[in-house]
């Protein structure tokens, strides 16, 4: 007798599992924290815009100040967590995903410092630079400087990058409010949240949540998203719980049975995603949303990752916000009617929700309509 192999889930299947986990294939009104919970944080190096275009992409009735509100309150911070860069996360989740991936960090350290560190005790550093930081919040520019006063032979960014990588910073306001400016101040994360970092953490649990949110998956998928290595171990550990598929190209993945797994065909909204937005930085294979093809428009040799038009659930264009009075949008190629109108819409939504305040003014003696009416979307043609 055959055995039936795993399943085959192709790229248009996958798709639709990843909207549907990340709620864009239809929109939550759950509070901002649980969102932030189920997504793992947020990436949010470029401050403020992503993580708070990345919510409004995913909740209904969200408003910039409800998350600006729970970075005044510490309820979600800012610090380095996957793959070496700025994420906002629960106060809860940055206590106990900080001390997971302290090995990535390690290593990250190592490959871009080595050789400028050589010789430098670690810890005295560490310890050093978390009483600079616990007396108060500082600039990575003013730690360099000080930690260089007694090691003037190594150069201060090092120093304070080594410190970034063995101490959990995090931001602290006004970096990341809405509207607001400041620099990129950091203290530790027990001193800014009144708790220690979780003693016991479990990748097994880190891995089960990737799944939740962006799976299926393959052990590359994971280990791209986190930046940890040797992660096979964990997922055949985890097998016995899991449900495992094969994609196109015959590589194994692995999901929740729980989890949804929309038919290829569900129809898949208009969406305008946020620059650097997690659908697009989580997956080693990102063809099921990013088509190859594609992919050096939307993310830049400098780093730079692109808002990005979202038709029938892949990449169609990118779109930039510039100030609060206008939304850019260009498609890579010409859109149907129906699909121009839905970006259309998306677009004013952003204007509303980017130009609004809560007294409805926006800040320069006018004010803003709730569709965003007195800001301009902008098409470029398909060159």
């Known amino acids: 007798m055959t055995v039936p192999g795993p399943r085959v889930l192709g790229a248009r299947a996958l798709g639709r599992a990843l909207l549907a986990r990340q709620h864009l294939l239809t929109r939550t009104d759950q509070p901002p924290t649980a969102l932030i919970h189920h997504l793992v944080g947020l990436q ?7 993580p708070y275009l990345g919510l409004l992409a995913r909740l209904d009735g969200f408003a910039p100040e409800r998350l600006s509100a729970l970075i005044e309150r510490r309820a979600v911070v800012r610090i380095a967590l996957q793959r070496g860069t700025i994420h906002l996360v629960t106060a809860e989740d940055c206590l106990t995903l900080r001390p997971l991936l302290q090995p990535m960090l390690d290593q990250a350290l190592r490959t871009t410092y080595g050789k400028r560190l050589a010789g430098l005790d ?13 007396a108060r919040p500082r600039t990575f520019q003013e730690l360099g400087g000080l930690l260089a006063a007694s ?5 201060p960014a090092a120093l304070a990058q080594a410190a970034r990588c063995r101490l959990p910073l995090v931001q602290v306001p006004p970096r990341g409010l809405w509207g607001c400016g400041g620099p990129a101040a950091h203290t530790t994360a027990e001193d800014w949240l009144g708790h220690p970092l979780d003693p016991s953490p479990s990748l097994d649990d880190l891995v089960l949540r990737y799944l939740t949110a962006f799976g299926p998956a393959t052990v590359a998928d994971v280990q791209k998203w986190c930046g940890l290595s040797r992660l096979g171990a964990v997922l055949r550990r985890l097998a016995p719980r899991l449900l495992t598929f094969r994609d196109e190209r015959g590589r194994q993945l692995y ?12 129809p898949a909204p208009v969406r305008l995603l946020a620059p650097f937005d997690n659908l697009l930085l989580s997956h080693a294979d990102r063809t099921r949303v990013l088509p190859e093809e594609h992919r050096g428009r939307v993310m ?22 510039t100030g609060d009075r206008e939304v850019g949008v260009s498609p890579f190629g010409p859109l149907r009617r129906a699909d121009r109108e839905a970006a259309e819409a998306e677009a004013r939504r952003v204007l509303a929700f980017a130009g609004a305040r809560a007294d409805g003014s926006d800040g320069s003696g006018g004010t803003h309509g709730p569709d965003g009416s007195d800001g301009e979307v902008r098409f470029e043609e398909p060159g």
């Open 122 to 134: 670690l810890d005295a550093l560490a310890a050093e630079a978390r009483a600079l930081v616990e």
């Open 300 to 321: 830049t040799r400098n780093g730079i990752v692109h808002g990005t038009l979202l038709v029938d659930g892949l990449v169609a264009g990118t779109w930039r916000l």
């Open 255 to 266: 999901d929740l049975p729980e989890a949804p797994r929309p038919d290829g065909d569900t």
């Open 151 to 155: 090691r003037p032979e190594h150069d």
């Open 44 to 50: 949010a190096q470029a401050a403020p815009q992503p």
